[in-house]
């Protein structure tokens, strides 16, 4: 193993990513797939001193890294990354990278289309970096689709090992269960395998397969004796192939399957919104039944969902307006849980347009976050906005202004109190929000809770994280009150809103 004097997170930056896109042509016409792509990486320091950092980019299969020197960061501040401007970078790059950090360190990963002239894309895409001990020798995927819904999914697997691996990778159909296709790659020290999931060459699947719908499993070994694991993380695009949107998630290594899963939010109908969740069997030998509950913002159970049976490494869907024995949904906002009585499952939620297509300002908003296996007592999420009504006016400046909601969930049995705190890009604390949340509910917070919050320490009036010297940072540190019952837990994410569009990221745990 590659010896390392800082506390890494290892970030996946994926897909055909173009750096520095000054002068390019025009959009494809409603395919993402096809779109060219720039990246920002937004980070936050969560530990107790100021960070010395840096970051080494791989170009996909090259072992040889680029360096990068990035400024210092105070304690509890949010900075962002530009890739574009990194000089070695060069544009048409794709690859992978690892951050270095003398402090704990958590990163997100924010993927977009530089809009040319006449352009209005949308598209904006959230993934977390990994930190060195989420590596594992296995990992999942709770979906991969190939032409399924007009979607298509291209993933990424990153070698952290300091030598080369083998990686293998196994996809079961959804609908039988079957094995449907195996593929093995070697990947050298540090870089980054894409699989594109329309190209059966990469993927294994038969050639002329023209559309599948799965999930996939990861494996690793060294390639000097073939047998020893290998450690890799693994992340995710999906993208739509009939208009310009996607979503990005992480993969799921086999340490954090679990037997229950929680979701963050589960959505019917409510602020136009619709919620999908994806669970995988992590086992490949033995198949299990899955119960999804959904609960009310104040606890309460709203219905119970199932029992569903998965076979081995197969995924099921479940829609949260159809609920089986029926129930009316409509208008439901809340959390979700996912029971599985036999094997460790994990699995994707994604949140979309749930009007039918019948508003503008919903119809290509579509998301990807984790369910996940337990709660924490202390969590971050690195990249928060709050841009004021002049910003957030899609009439001027389309899709270049957000707004983060958060979503909060008490996964333990009892009620817990937890401290929002709204960082800025120098570790100053501008504003506290305190929520109260039953066992098994969600709260809500965002920047503009209370206007004192915004304009704070050199912001724009009326936003958080858009500064006067049109500099940006600012993050978000969820940690148990005081005043709680120690034994709660929680989990968030954070849904990243543009006019008519919208992207979810979990929040990270914390030491």
């Known amino acids: 193993m590659k010896s390392r004097l800082f506390k890494p997170v290892t970030l996946l930056m994926l897909l055909a990513m173009l750096f520095g896109m000054v002068g390019i042509g025009a959009a494809s016409a409603d395919n993402a797939l096809t779109l060219s792509y720039a990246v920002s990486i937004t980070y936050l320091n969560v530990g107790t001193d100021v960070a010395t950092l840096s970051i080494d980019f791989y170009a996909e299969n090259s072992p040889t890294p680029i360096h990068y020197a990035l400024n ?112 093995s790659y070697d990947i050298p020290a540090q870089s980054t395998k894409y699989i594109q999931m329309d190209q059966n060459t990469q993927t294994g699947l038969p050639s002329g397969t023209t559309k599948f719908n799965g999930s996939a499993t990861i494996t690793a070994v060294m390639k000097s004796d073939g047998t020893t694991p290998g450690r890799v993380v693994v992340t995710e695009n999906d993208y739509y192939t009939n208009k310009n949107v996607g979503a990005s998630v992480e993969g799921v290594p086999s340490s954090k399957a679990g037997m229950t899963l929680y979701y963050a939010t589960a959505l019917c109908k409510n602020s136009n919104m619709r919620t999908y969740f994806a669970v995988q069997n992590s086992s490949l030998t033995t198949a299990t039944n899955i119960t999804i509950t959904y609960y009310k913002t104040d606890g309460t159970v709203m219905a119970t969902d199932g029992p569903y049976a998965i076979g081995p490494g197969q995924k099921h869907s479940v829609d949260t307006c159809t609920t089986l024995p029926v129930v009316n949904m409509v208008n439901f906002t809340g959390s979700a849980k996912v029971v599985s009585d036999t094997t460790p499952i994990v699995g994707i939620g994604r949140a979309q347009d749930g009007t039918g297509g019948t508003n503008s300002s919903y119809v290509d908003t579509y998301t990807a976050f984790l369910g996940e296996s337990g709660g924490y007592t202390k969590l971050a999420l690195p990249f928060v906005r709050w841009a004021n009504s002049t910003h957030y006016d899609p009439t001027t400046d389309f899709g270049s202004w957000q707004r983060t909601y958060l979503a909060i969930q008490n996964v333990s049995g009892v009620t817990g109190v937890v401290d929002v705190k709204y960082m ?31 304009g704070q320490n050199g912001m724009n009036a009326g936003e958080f994280g858009y500064y006067t010297d049109k500099s940006f940072g600012g993050g978000v540190l969820i940690q148990l009150d005081s005043t709680s019952n120690p034994a709660a837990r929680f989990i968030a994410i954070a849904r990243v809103q543009n006019p008519g569009m919208a992207e979810d990221y979990n929040a990270v745990s914390v030491p």
């Open 424 to 454: 800025d890009k120098t570790g100053a604390v501008v504003g506290t929000d305190v929520l109260t949340i039953a066992a098994g509910a969600k709260g809500n917070s965002n920047p503009a809770k209370n206007a004192a919050w915004l």
């Open 72 to 183: 210092s960061l105070n304690a509890g501040a949010a900075a962002s990354l530009s890739v574009g401007s990194v000089a070695d970078v060069t544009a048409g790059f794709r690859g992978s990278a690892v951050m270095s950090s003398t402090q704990p360190l958590v990163a997100t990963v924010v993927q977009y289309h530089n809009n040319g002239v006449g352009e209005t894309v949308k598209i904006r895409m959230l993934s977390n970096g990994f930190g060195d001990a989420d590596g594992s020798s296995t990992f999942l995927l709770a979906t991969v689709q190939d032409n399924n819904t007009n979607r298509t999914d291209v993933f990424s697997v990153q070698n952290i090992e300091s030598e080369t691996i083998t990686a293998t990778i196994k996809m079961y159909d959804a609908t039988t269960g079957l094995l449907a296709a195996t593929a």
